[in-house]
């Protein structure tokens, strides 16, 4: 069975004890949440619970024991072949099978009865003679968070890591049910951020009337949602945590609703309805007394007011400098084809590339120290930076020189090599092209790079990337250029400023 099964975007019933251990009623409940499932076009599991009784239950509380649980155990206990009916039902009705072990002898049987997801409960994840076997079973594995202290959930995390388990975690409050003021959802943007790349999920255990929580942990960054289901019938009567397919069907209603709320991660373009309502807010630019042709335009020479008109030069495209192809009487809208726009000035072109590198360094969580020196490469002008350049900051440059190579979505860098310059590259943030003495290389965060004297090298991003750059002592003018026309150009391939360069550049 493959282990690289996607655990996203899941949503987990867990049957738990709620087939009251009746197959019929098991049943039941297995075909009306798979419609509820299927009529929300969404991917679920159902989750069963499995106790080998005989040996998981000591023998001096088979008969009566002051644990609440045991009587319950054994009240609806199930055998194989009635959990092997069950299952059967819940793949002919679309759903994945799922299943938490509860002892090792679970462990096998979730193995016979082809379990595709496993489940680590709470209560059992300080349980490693468990754990040691749940890894060993070549299943994805999602492990509940309930009760756990950070140190313990790192403990886990490195443990299914180094079995090369494929897990996700689940922040859980074992409270039955839980009130608001222990639902402590924001530890779920805390896991997001302490386990980047992982699933994140939220196993509930709130009221089931209550979809509330459900919309913050999606927006918290949940992508997995596991609730306790059941039916209530004259005969038998659900918990208080325990949902309804009725309930089911209103949560996975909400979750889906904070999904579309949400929206994208990365930066939207704004759709036409927006950007209409935007303009028909703008000021436009409009003559403040007669102009002749050819003027070049001053502040005093113009007014903004609304409406903008369409076609016209909005306030906030002015700037001092343009010069009118046509006159214009006083009160005339400006428009964008009666001006002559004067090219991009250098240093706006070094602007815009400073204000998208610190957003860089920002979304990567890399700090700056106080001093630094910040180098522009521009290879072919200033015009051409957005495509060919990098920015370089030099932290420090001794006998050992540190900085941090900042490239822009869509910049690369030309083919050279060091004479006297030895160098490492570790990725930080975003993905490293490069071509090493001819050889494609694609460096991920994490990954490292030797360049040693003597060696071409070019690289390039789509993504963007930050990376560290480890070498001996820094030389001016030591880089030689496969395109000769490089070298020619001297210190004017470069602007090199304090710290961002206010008041500099």
């Not at 004297?453 to 690289?459: C, N, P, R, T």
């Amino acid at each position: 069975m493959s282990s690289k099964l996607s655990l996203e975007d899941l949503f987990v019933f867990d049957l738990a004890n709620n087939h009251q251990g009746s197959v019929t009623h098991g049943l039941r409940i297995i075909r009306e949440l798979a419609q509820v499932a299927s009529a929300n076009g969404v991917r679920a599991a159902l989750k069963f619970q499995f106790r080998e009784l005989d040996t998981f239950i000591h023998p001096a509380h088979r008969g009566a024991s002051v644990n609440k649980h045991v009587g319950r155990f054994l009240s609806t206990r199930l055998g194989e072949a009635e959990f092997a009916q069950l299952i059967h039902a819940v793949r002919e009705n679309g759903l994945m099978p799922m299943a938490t072990p509860f002892d090792e002898a679970s462990v096998e049987l979730c193995a016979r009865l082809e379990i595709e997801i496993l489940k680590v409960a709470s209560s059992s994840a300080t349980d490693w003679p468990l754990l040691e076997r749940i890894a060993d079973a070549n299943r994805p594995v999602i492990f509940s968070t309930g009760g756990l202290s950070a140190k313990q959930i790192d403990d886990l995390v490195s443990f299914f890591e180094h079995r090369r388990t494929h897990f996700a975690i689940m922040h859980c409050v074992s409270i039955y049910p839980t009130p608001d003021e222990h639902l402590q959802l924001n530890q779920i943007g805390a896991l997001c951020r302490r386990y980047p790349g992982t699933v994140i999920g939220f196993s509930t255990h709130e009221r089931p009337d209550d979809s509330d929580p459900v919309l913050v942990a999606i927006a918290k960054g949940a992508r997995i949602l596991e609730r306790h289901v059941g039916i209530e019938t004259e005969e038998f009567k659900l918990n208080a945590y325990s949902s309804t397919p009725d309930q089911i069907d209103r949560w996975i209603k909400a979750a889906l609703k904070a999904r579309a709320i949400c929206g994208a991660i990365d930066r939207p373009s704004a759709p036409e309805e927006e950007t209409v309502a935007l303009q028909s807010l703008w000021r436009g630019v409009y003559a403040r007394r007669s102009l002749k042709a050819g003027v070049v335009l001053e502040r005093d020479d113009v007014y903004f007011a609304m409406p903008c008109e369409t076609g016209q030069l909005s306030a906030g495209e002015f700037k001092e400098g343009l010069s009118l192809a046509e006159p214009l009487d006083k009160d005339t809208p400006v428009l964008r084809s009666n001006v002559d726009f004067p090219e991009e000035p250098d240093k706006q072109v070094l602007f815009t590339a400073i204000h998208t590198a610190k957003a860089m360094l920002n979304e990567a969580r890399i700090a700056l120290p106080t001093e630094f020196e910040t180098e522009f490469s521009h290879h072919y002008g200033i015009g051409r930076f957005p495509e060919v350049g990098i920015l370089m900051v030099t932290c420090v440059n001794r006998s050992y020189c540190k900085k941090l190579v900042i490239q822009l979505p869509g910049q690369r860098h030309p083919s050279h090599y060091h004479k006297r310059k030895e160098e490492t590259f570790q990725v930080l943030h975003g993905v490293l092209e490069m071509v090493v003495e001819g050889r494609r290389r694609t460096l991920y965060p994490g990954d490292i790079q030797l360049i040693q004297q003597g060696v071409w090298h070019e690289f390039w991003t789509d993504t963007g990337v930050i990376f560290e750059e480890i070498s001996t002592t820094h030389f001016a003018n030591d880089s030689y250029y496969e395109d000769k026309t490089i070298n020619q150009r001297g210190s004017a391939r470069k602007t090199v400023v304090n710290q961002w360069g206010r008041y500099q550049i």
